[in-house]
């Protein structure tokens, strides 16, 4: 099953604006991931945040965390259309039952339009 | 260094078969986790490995099975194909440095996809 549900499921933008995804889960986590993936293929990490972080960057894009909200949103600045792709949200839980196991939202499909 | 490797890229089997798909992780990376993308059911986890024991199960049939090799490369296979089994299947590979199994980044191959006809 989900742990939980990503927002929107499809975003559809213009080169040049900014695309924002929100990701909630529902357990307790160590950490989370966002994910991207074109068409079918694998899964590229964009990025990590701690349970114990707020706020995350790199490059382009600009992750919060709000544990108690129990939500993240991933944003990307400035799109281009090789962002174009399925963004994916993955929630890494505590302790040893979670060993390697993600679980991860349905994705938001991001089309940039050129 | 070299990225997450899964053979076979595509294949297709007919209902009842069995098939095995290998994974070989990035050098030094002891943690390979399988996971089963279809449109359905999304990105579900598998099992996880480490140092050659199982030490995660997903929520699946005992027809899929794993294992993973001193080199840690890893396989996974499916007894009985059945139609759902038709699906993309992802390996992905963390460090694991301490031991540790969720808190690391995980580097995912470019899957095998696999059709049960």
């Known amino acids: 099953s989900q742990q939980g549900e990503e927002d929107p499921q499809a975003l559809s933008i213009q080169e040049g604006e900014n695309a924002t995804m929100n990701c909630s889960y529902k357990t307790s986590i160590n950490n989370l991931q966002w994910y991207r993936q074109n068409s079918g293929r694998g899964l590229v990490h964009l990025i990590l945040?701690?349970?114990?972080?707020r706020e995350k960057h790199s490059g382009r894009l600009r992750v919060t965390l709000d544990t108690s909200k129990k939500s993240s949103s991933l944003l990307i600045t400035a799109s281009r259309a090789a962002d174009t792709a399925s963004y994916f949200c993955a929630t890494a839980g505590a302790g040893g039952t979670s060993y390697g196991k993600l679980t991860f939202g349905q994705g938001t499909i991001l089309t940039v339009h050129p | 260094k070299a990225g997450v490797t899964q053979t076979p890229r595509y294949l297709i089997k007919t209902r009842g078969q069995q098939v095995t798909l290998s994974c070989s992780p990035i050098s030094g990376h002891r943690s390979v986790s399988w996971y089963q993308q279809t449109p359905g059911q999304g990105l579900q986890f598998l099992f996880e490995y480490f140092s050659e024991t199982q030490r995660n199960k997903g929520n699946f049939p005992g027809r899929f099975s794993g294992r993973q090799f001193s080199n840690s490369r890893s396989e996974m296979n499916v007894s009985t194909l059945e139609l759902g089994d038709s699906a993309l299947y992802l390996c992905?590979?963390?460090?694991?440095?301490?031991?540790?199994?969720?808190?690391?980044?995980?580097?995912f191959g470019p899957g095998t996809r696999l059709t049960v006809l």
């Open positions: 992905a590979s963390s460090l694991a440095l301490s031991g540790g199994g969720g808190t690391d980044t995980q580097y």
């Open positions: 945040i701690r349970s114990n972080e």
